[in-house]
């Protein structure tokens, strides 16, 4: 009998824990239909907590066996791929985390959905770049790619944990303009969490943008902020 390869037994792991009730609320959940952002996207109903836990059955995932899970037609296998390539991030030398971010933005095509660039932009995107030129991510922020464009902002999140704000700014300025509602959820959440530890630089940013920023933006913004202020921010005021 042949031994089934690693990847091969991660997928049946996979597949024993689907279950097609939670992939049909999964398939509504993140807009798969027809027009909708997820268009076409499968899933085979296994939630994220299932999917984190099977991860740590698996520790010795080499990058190309990660990289293929990343290719498949299955929501859960790509997010766990990428779950292993946050992990082998994690643990890598300053080579291996070069060509990890190497294979991650070539591979954006297969990080399409938002839970996907959640999980893996800072932890990938924004911590390689934290000590190199961040010019990539303002190719990013210009892509005709929503989820590239996602990548951008999100990937803020890690130079934000650190006390730097500049690029999520700046990036966030230029995204004022995008079309995409997905695009005005993430930038608002980054400003709310650069407001979250220093409030007068998210202000400065609202009294300048509050009248013109998309609305979804804004709200996410200024979620935390006292209902009187935030009221105000959202007259114009």
């Known amino acids: 009998m042949k031994i089934p390869s690693l990847l091969a037994e991660i997928q049946g792991r996979l597949h024993s824990l689907a279950d097609p009730e939670t992939a049909r609320g999964q398939q509504r959940f993140f807009k798969t239909g027809p027009g909708q952002y997820g268009a076409g996207d499968v899933f085979i109903g296994i939630k994220v907590p299932v999917i984190r836990k099977l991860a740590t059955e698996f520790p010795d995932v080499s990058l190309d066996e990660a990289v293929q899970l990343l290719r498949s037609p299955h929501h859960e296998a790509r997010l766990l791929a990428l779950i292993f390539l946050v992990r082998a991030f994690d643990r890598g030398s300053a080579a291996e985390r070069r060509e990890i971010y190497r294979l991650y933005l070539g591979s954006t095509r297969y990080i399409n959905n938002w839970d996907l660039v959640d999980v893996s932009a800072p932890q990938v995107v924004g911590a390689y770049l934290a000590d190199q030129q961040r010019a990539p991510l303002y190719l990013l922020a210009r892509s005709d790619s929503l989820w590239e464009r996602r990548i951008a902002i999100v990937a803020t999140f890690h130079f934000i944990r650190q006390g730097d704000f500049g690029d999520t700014l700046a990036i966030a300025e230029y995204l004022l303009a995008d079309r995409e509602d997905l695009i005005h959820k993430a930038t ?27 609305r979804t933006m804004l709200r996410y913004a200024i979620e935390h902020f006292p209902t009187e202020k935030r009221q105000a921010y959202l007259r114009g005021v």
């Open 188 to 214: 608002g959440w980054m400003l709310r969490e650069v407001g979250k530890r220093e409030r007068a630089v998210l202000e400065g940013f609202l009294r300048r943008h509050c009248r013109t920023m998309p």
